[in-house]
């Protein structure tokens, strides 16, 4: 999904406005951490579920922020942080 270009995504916020969705993405993070916590005490869980609302309330926040360009560049940013950090570890002989 790209916030850019999802048409549902620019209704909801027009509806409800970018403020309570906000919100809303506050609410369903703590739902989320819910469902982890149930998973850990080895309780029924909707972790795919909750993962599904937050990562649609997300996309709402990168639209009405106007920063999805910004986001996707620290996403890039990250992801080769976290893979020189793995490969540094595998050189090391540290999962063998």
Do not use: P
């Amino acid at each position: 999904m790209s916030c850019l270009d999802d048409k549902i995504l620019f209704k909801a916020l027009e509806l409800w406005g970018g403020e309570l969705q906000l919100h809303v993405l506050i609410e369903e993070m703590a739902e989320l951490t819910q469902a982890i916590i149930k998973r850990t005490r080895g309780n029924t869980h909707n972790i795919d579920e909750e993962i599904a609302d937050v990562e649609i309330m997300l996309e709402q926040a990168k639209l009405y922020l106007r920063i999805c360009d910004e986001v996707e560049k620290w996403k890039g940013y990250k992801m080769a942080r976290l893979g020189e950090k793995l490969k540094k570890i595998e050189d090391s002989g540290v999962l063998d």
